[in-house]
């Protein structure tokens, strides 16, 4: 067992809150739901929300419901997120996008064990035991002012990271029990992933993580039946990457787009002597690529720097 699992196991014997950390994809959902399945609470409810999708104007009634009458349209008691985990697990994904407002009402919650629902008069106790989870170094938003600090140190009591992909020494597992899940559903006859596939799909670094790798092998799955490989597709699946992730020296203050910028091509094309290859390289993208973003540009014969008038400022 690894250590975030062996982590994971120990504070599901607990009611601590946890805050799980980890790079978008990683499966800190995951995560939550097997520190619920393996706690005392696990026959209560596990109740998730994603805090970046809160809209302001629903945060307060949201969280600790309301009563009917509380405002125009309540036309019943509403229970909020909180008690509706209530014996059970709250897990709040992207906790670093939890509206500022909304951070100091979680935090009452936290310290007087009750909810006070919109329109209510009197406190009403809540049981549940909390798992955060963000991608965010919240240390960063609260000197940036975006997150409170006395909460964040009431949501950091037992913090777990969870690995990218990349780092994952079980990786052959992952890449299998995804595969298993997928073809169960897509096939009448269960298809295993043979050995040589993992060690294709080990090749790389999985920048979107397990998510990114069930696409890719959701794509496998329905494709292979129409002799598509598996390397085409990791093929066109990390060279679409390549261009969304150029390097620094080549990118505008860290926008993306669909294919590099013009002036980054001819910077690139400047800088190695109008040779396509080595300038393709520096940009990450494939040389077809920049034969087409050439001729794009009408621009048909690159065979030395001396085409171009002057060194282009990037």
């Not at 706690?39 to 600790?64: D, H, T």
């Not at 979680?106 to 909390?130: C, K, M, W, Y």
């Not at 994952?168 to 595969?179: G, L, S, V, Y």
């Not at 006859?189 to 040589?196: G, H, N, T, Y």
Request: with cysteine; charged share 25%.
């Amino acid at each position: 067992m690894k250590k975030h699992e062996q982590l994971m196991l120990i504070a599901a014997q607990s009611n601590i809150p946890v805050l799980l950390q980890g790079e978008s994809g990683v499966g800190k959902e995951i995560a939550a739901k097997f520190i619920h399945e393996h706690s005392p609470r696990n026959e209560g409810p596990f109740v998730a929300l994603n805090c970046g999708a809160i809209a302001r104007n629903l945060a307060e009634s949201l969280l600790e419901g309301a009563k009917k009458g509380s405002y125009t349209g309540a036309a019943c008691d509403h229970q909020g997120i909180v008690q509706a985990a209530n014996g059970g697990t709250l897990f709040l994904d992207e906790i670093g996008e939890m509206p500022f407002d909304m951070q100091s009402k979680l935090l009452r919650i936290l310290q007087e064990h009750s909810v006070l629902p919109l329109g209510a008069t009197q406190n009403e106790p809540v049981d549940f035991r909390l798992i955060c989870a963000t991608n965010r170094d919240l240390q960063n938003e609260i000197h940036s002012g975006n997150f409170r600090k006395d909460l964040f140190f009431r949501l950091n009591a037992f913090p777990i990271v969870i690995p990218p992909l990349r780092n994952r020494e079980d990786f052959a597992d992952i890449a299998t029990a995804i595969w298993n899940d997928i073809t169960a559903r897509t096939f009448a006859v269960q298809l295993l992933l043979r050995k040589w596939e993992i060690r294709v799909l080990s090749r790389y670094d999985w920048p979107g993580n397990i998510r990114q790798l069930k696409n890719v092998l959701q794509r496998y799955a329905l494709l292979m039946q129409h002799n598509i490989s598996l390397e085409e597709i990791l093929s066109e699946e990390f060279s679409r990457q390549a261009i969304n992730d150029i390097d620094e020296h080549y990118t505008y203050s860290g926008t993306r787009a669909s294919a590099p910028n013009w002036q980054f091509i001819q910077k690139a094309l400047y800088e190695h002597n109008g040779n396509k290859s080595r300038a393709a390289k520096a940009l990450k993208i494939s040389r077809g690529c920049l034969c087409y973003q050439i001729k794009k540009h009408e621009l048909r014969e690159w065979n030395s720097c001396e085409k171009l008038n002057r060194p282009i400022e990037a």
